[in-house]
């Protein structure tokens, strides 16, 4: 079973990370999400669940307004090959998310290690982070550098890499 969004808390706070959560109506999208501009500060992300041919994982986390070349990403990040988007399955299995909630915060249930996190490095100049806590109906806002903590703490390297235009 995935982890839920308390346990995700519990896990935040043991690492000592602070971590401040609003709930709001369920996002699905980054234009859903610019409704809440002025009322959570930091940078937003935007998520990508990829796939390459051999069946190696990703998750990109962007900045909201990143423009990512789909075409060219998979030089940037050790693919094997050109990547698609991963099954709604696949995301569920090894992140333990839906599409509409996928996050980096979703790297809790990936025990195995088999999703390779890519940190987009405009993204991660922000002093807060936002992201959804394993549900679409809340955000999470955590420093940047607690955000890697994180990261790490679930057995991921953080790696940060200019992947957006």
């Known amino acids: 079973m995935p982890k839920t969004e308390a346990e995700l808390m519990g896990f935040l706070a043991e690492l000592g990370i602070a971590a401040s959560t609003r709930r709001h109506p369920p996002l699905f999208t980054v234009a859903d999400s610019q ?32 423009v990512v070349d789909l075409k060219q990403i998979h030089q940037l990040i050790g693919a094997a090959s050109r990547v698609s988007f ?7 299995e090894l992140l333990g998310v839906t599409p509409g909630a996928v996050t980096v915060f979703g790297l809790i249930n990936d025990t195995a290690g088999r999703v390779k996190v890519v940190l987009d490095a405009a993204l991660m100049e922000h002093a807060v982070i936002n992201a959804h806590p394993l549900t679409n109906e809340a955000t999470t806002s955590v420093a940047a550098a607690d955000l890697i903590r994180f990261v790490e703490a679930t057995g991921h390297d953080a790696a940060i890499l200019k992947v957006s235009a």
Do not use: Q, S, Y
Request: aromatic letters at 8%; charged letters at 30%.
């Open 86 to 92: 991963g099954r709604p399955e696949m995301l569920m």
């Open 35 to 66: 409704a809440l501009r002025g009322e959570i500060a930091g940078g937003h992300t935007k998520n990508l669940f990829l796939k390459d041919k051999k069946d190696n994982f990703f998750l990109v986390t962007v900045g909201e307004e990143a």
